[in-house]
């Protein structure tokens, strides 16, 4: 009984120091990421040619494509590799944070912008779960809200 309790705790601080730095870095870059288009939408309104209610839908078809994968993606990642799937769908967030700087027309925006919600979509929910479950694999129990 001690040795599974030492598992568990061994799994908790290996969790904290492997899953959780990089989930908050990746909270981060998204709250950075939805904050700065906020910002951008003023620029892109002159840039674009865009009215008040094409920057809405702009900023409104990201969590469309948001919830388009979130749940695919949590079964997808407990499929498959989830460590693999989550950073395969960041660096895909990364290409198209890239591409949504790149757009030159209205169209081209909402493209790109739903894509970005697909890949943060399948990403996000994966990561914090994948905190929540790693005692699992180690124990051989189902997670505790302790360790």
Same mark, same amino acid.
């Given at each position: 009984?001690?040795?599974?309790? *030492?598992? %568990?705790?061994n799994v908790g601080n290996a969790r904290w120091w492997r899953i959780i730095p990089i989930a908050i870095i +990746?909270?981060?870059?998204? /709250?950075?990421? !939805?904050?700065?288009?906020?910002?951008?939408?003023?620029? #892109?309104?002159?840039? #674009?040619?865009?009215?008040?209610?094409?920057?809405?839908?702009?900023?409104?078809?990201?969590?469309?494509?948001? #919830?388009? #994968?979130?749940?695919?993606?949590?079964?997808?990642?407990?499929?498959? &590799?989830?460590?693999?799937? %989550?950073?395969?769908?960041?660096? +895909?967030?990364? %290409?198209?944070?890239? +591409? &949504?700087?790149?757009?030159?027309? /209205?169209?081209?925006?909402? +493209?790109? !912008?739903?894509?970005?919600?697909?890949?943060?979509?399948? &990403? *996000?929910? !994966?990561?914090?779960?994948?905190?929540?479950? *790693?005692?699992? !694999? %180690?124990?051989?129990?189902?997670?505790?809200?302790?360790?």
């Amino acid at each position: 009984m001690a040795d599974i309790a *030492g598992n %568990v705790r061994n799994v908790g601080n290996a969790r904290w120091w492997r899953i959780i730095p990089i989930a908050i870095i +990746v909270y981060i870059i998204s /709250f950075m990421d !939805r904050t700065n288009n906020g910002f951008a939408f003023a620029g #892109l309104g002159t840039d #674009l040619g865009i009215n008040k209610a094409q920057q809405g839908l702009a900023g409104g078809i990201f969590f469309i494509g948001y #919830l388009f #994968l979130q749940i695919p993606g949590g079964h997808l990642a407990e499929r498959w &590799s989830a460590k693999k799937f %989550v950073g395969i769908m960041i660096l +895909v967030w990364g %290409v198209f944070a890239v +591409v &949504s700087g790149l757009v030159q027309n /209205f169209e081209q925006l909402l +493209v790109v !912008r739903f894509l970005l919600g697909v890949a943060e979509g399948a &990403s *996000g929910p !994966r990561s914090s779960s994948s905190s929540a479950t *790693g005692s699992r !694999r %180690v124990s051989g129990h189902a997670p505790t809200a302790c360790g």
